[in-house]
């Protein structure tokens, strides 16, 4: 299982890259594998200012739909358009191509809230 160090984790199996004030955010390679062949990605929420743990969009997988939930709060920049036409990314490079959201951060101090990549790595086992 991948599990980048330089990112950031949530309990609910997002990730987040953050560059500056910017956020990009995405599901764990964990999430891809429990979900399995990912068929669909939404994200209605773009331009929007969302608080964290709100859903900010959902993901379906063959076998079930999944919301997906702001690890930090802020307003979503960016939605991956490539995921419309192309969500299978998601099980292939969850943590490149397969991102989903761009958001410019409310407030840094909610980052020190995220998982480490070790933490994570302990929560999946």
């Not at 407030?107 to 990549?117: G, I, K, R, Y």
């Amino acid at each position: 299982m991948n599990i980048p160090a330089e990112l950031k984790y949530t309990k609910d199996h997002e990730w987040v890259k953050v560059e500056g004030d910017t956020a990009t955010i995405g599901v764990t390679d964990f999430a891809q594998s429990e979900l399995g062949d990912i068929v669909y990605v939404e994200v209605e929420t773009e331009g929007e200012t969302l608080d964290k743990e709100e859903v900010f969009g959902s993901i379906e997988a063959v076998k079930t739909v999944s919301d997906l939930f702001m690890p930090i709060s802020g307003e979503i920049t960016a939605f991956n358009e490539d995921l419309e036409g192309n969500p299978e990314v998601v099980n292939s490079d969850p943590y490149g191509e397969g991102w989903m959201i761009k958001v410019t951060i409310s407030d840094a101090s909610e980052l020190d809230n995220l998982l480490s990549a070790e933490e994570y790595t302990d929560l999946v086992g």
